[in-house]
Each structure stands twice: as structure tokens, then as C-alpha cells.
């Protein structure tokens, strides 16, 4: 490397430091999705096209940073890290908009990007409780939107008078106005609408089929690999190189399920430990 004059503006870039021993969250929204929603004719409320693309999108990030969900709080680069799982993200929602939207390609200037940001939280229920603010919202959302839609594609109401209609109503009033005037009961809406989607490790069991591992090491070992990694902060280097190649090869699932009960959390401790 050349050791030129210019060399010094180098020492502009600042230390941008999480702090340790924290749970990251790295929130990524499409920027300016409205417009780009419209420009490639969504469907309203929910288009599944769009969200299937986003969770493939945040599948193939798991899998290609095996460090998510545990090592986040070792790591040290705010900017990095952001970067990283941004860039990441929009690059396969990129890749794969074709598989999703076949016929439909994209042309500048709509074209898809996200912002990023990092939120650090010191404790595991921070973190429990910054999901379930999420959660909350995915459901207060989809049942106004899911009603607001249903007045105008199904009741022939304009955007209008559906808004002004909806306007101070509670929960049940959103209900009410599905079920007696269009039969629309909405605990049978589909989960993924009403629950969003999570995403994360599955250690599974072998396949079907599969003939396991005589030694029976690897895949069942995970569990305790993982609770040891946490409780001794100073785990060696090849343990945690073990580890991560155990992340690597588990399978990422998508799921469309309650994560605000502790039930979610307590059938896979894995995830928070
Ligand atoms: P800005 O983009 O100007 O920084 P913002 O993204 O925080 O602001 P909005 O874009 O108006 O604010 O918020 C859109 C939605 O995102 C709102 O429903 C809000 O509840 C939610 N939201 C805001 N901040 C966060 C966050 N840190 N994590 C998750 N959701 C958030
Ligand atoms: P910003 O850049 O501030 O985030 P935004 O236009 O992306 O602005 P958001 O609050 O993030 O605003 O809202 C995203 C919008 O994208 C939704 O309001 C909705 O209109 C549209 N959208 C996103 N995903 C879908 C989907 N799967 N189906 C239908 N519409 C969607
Ligand atoms: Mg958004
Ligand atoms: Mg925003
Ligand atoms: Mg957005
Ligand atoms: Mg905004
Ligand atoms: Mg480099």
C-alpha cells in the first residue's frame, strides 16, 4: 500500500461502536415503497408476490451471514454491519424480483432500495419486546388495511368515504364491518398477513430417510454448542468456529407465528441464547 501524502483522510472515518454485549437489531425498509409498490401494481392490500420476495430476500441474508442472531453482539462496526446486511438484502431482492415477478422487470427509476438502521437493546426482553412492538403493528395495520380494501374492491366505496368511515374506529368496530357486511370473519385471514413472517435457524433432525450420523455429534450437538457459547462469554476460537459452521449448514425457515406468547421462544431457545 502507498504510503502518499493523501493518506491522512483515512483518519476521517470516526469509530462507529456498538456497544458489547447487546442484542442489534438491524431494521431494513423499502424506501419510497409506495410509489414503487404502485409503479409495479401491487396487490392491495397484500401483495404475496412481494412478501415472498422479501422473505427469500432475508432467507438468503441468514444464510449467507451465519452470524446473525448470535454474534450481533460481539460485533463492533455500526456502518459495517448496516452496510452489510443491507446491501446484502437488496441485492438478492434484485436477483430474485424476475422469480417473483415474472414479465415485470424493473426500470430505472424505480428501482428497489432500503434504508437501514442499527438499535442496539441491553436486555433479551427489550429485545422480546421490540418484536412484539413490531408484531402489534403488523396486525393493527393489516386489519385496517385488509377493511379499508375490502370497503373499496368489495363495498364500491372510494378511498374517501372508506378513510372517513374508518376514521376512530376501534378494533372490533374493523370486525364487525368485515364479518356483517362482507362475511368476512378476519381470524380466518391468512397468518402470514395477519402474523407477518419470522425467520430463523431451524436445527432439524435428520431428513426422512437420512441415515444419521453414526457419532451423532454435529446437528444434535447444536443446542448445547449454543447455551455453552452463552454462558462462557470467553469460548475458545475453534469453538466458535464449530458453532458457526453449524449455523451455516441449519436450515433458515420462515414461519408466520405468535412471537409475542413466550411459546415461540421457549420451544427454540436457541435463538436467544
Ligand atoms: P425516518 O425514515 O424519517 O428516519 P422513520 O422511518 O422512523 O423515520 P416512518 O418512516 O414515518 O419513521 O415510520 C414508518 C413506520 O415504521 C411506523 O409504523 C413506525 O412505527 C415504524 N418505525 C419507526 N421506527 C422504527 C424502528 N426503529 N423499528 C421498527 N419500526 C419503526
Ligand atoms: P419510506 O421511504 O419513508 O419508508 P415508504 O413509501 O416505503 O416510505 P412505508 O411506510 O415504508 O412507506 O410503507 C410501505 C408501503 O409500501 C406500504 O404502505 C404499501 O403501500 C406498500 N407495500 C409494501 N409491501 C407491500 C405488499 N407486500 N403488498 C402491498 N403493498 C405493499
Ligand atoms: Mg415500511
Ligand atoms: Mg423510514
Ligand atoms: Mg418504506
Ligand atoms: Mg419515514
Ligand atoms: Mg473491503
Avoid at 455500526?78 to 424476475?98: E, G, N, P
Avoid at 373499496?152 to 368515504?161: C, L, P, R
Avoid at 370473519?185 to 397468518?191: G, K, L, R, S, V
Wanted: net charge neutral.
Amino acid at each position: 500500500m502507498a504510503n502518499s501524502k493523501f493518506e491522512y483522510v483515512k483518519q476521517f472515518e470516526q469509530p462507529d461502536v456498538l456497544l458489547p454485549n447487546t442484542w442489534i437489531v438491524v431494521r431494513i425498509d423499502g424506501r419510497g415503497f409506495h410509489r414503487f409498490s404502485d409503479r409495479y401494481c401491487f396487490q392491495k392490500p397484500n401483495d404475496r408476490r412481494a412478501l415472498d420476495l422479501m422473505n427469500n430476500a432475508a432467507v438468503e441474508v441468514m444464510k449467507e451471514l451465519p452470524d446473525l442472531n448470535i454474534a450481533y453482539g460481539v460485533s463492533d462496526e455500526y456502518r459495517k454491519l448496516v452496510t452489510t446486511i443491507v446491501s446484502t438484502f437488496t441485492a438478492h431482492y434484485i436477483f430474485k424480483w424476475d422469480t417473483y415477478f415474472p414479465g415485470t422487470p424493473l426500470e430505472p427509476p424505480y428501482l428497489p432500495s432500503f434504508d437501514g438502521r442499527a438499535v442496539v437493546y441491553p436486555t433479551i426482553w427489550n429485545l422480546r419486546d421490540y418484536m412484539s412492538w413490531r408484531q402489534v403493528d403488523c396486525h393493527i395495520n393489516n386489519l385496517y388495511n385488509t377493511t379499508f380494501w375490502t370497503m373499496v374492491q368489495k363495498g364500491g366505496m372510494s378511498n374517501t368515504d372508506a378513510e372517513l368511515e374508518l376514521k376512530g374506529t376501534v378494533s372490533s368496530d374493523k370486525n364487525e364491518i368485515l364479518f356483517k357486511r362482507f362475511g368476512i370473519n378476519y381470524n380466518n385471514e391468512p397468518e402470514i398477513y395477519k402474523k407477518g413472517s419470522v425467520v430463523y435457524r431451524q436445527y432439524q433432525l435428520e431428513e426422512p430417510g437420512h441415515r444419521p450420523d453414526p457419532s451423532g455429534t454435529q446437528e444434535r450437538s447444536l443446542e448445547e454448542a449454543e447455551t455453552g457459547f452463552a454462558q462462557d462469554a470467553k469460548s475458545s476460537k475453534t469453538q466458535q468456529e464449530k458453532l458457526r459452521k453449524l449455523r451455516r449448514k441449519a436450515q433458515v425457515v420462515v414461519d408466520h407465528v405468535d412471537i409475542i406468547k413466550d411459546e415461540f421462544w421457549e420451544r427454540r431457545p436457541w435463538i436467544l441464547s
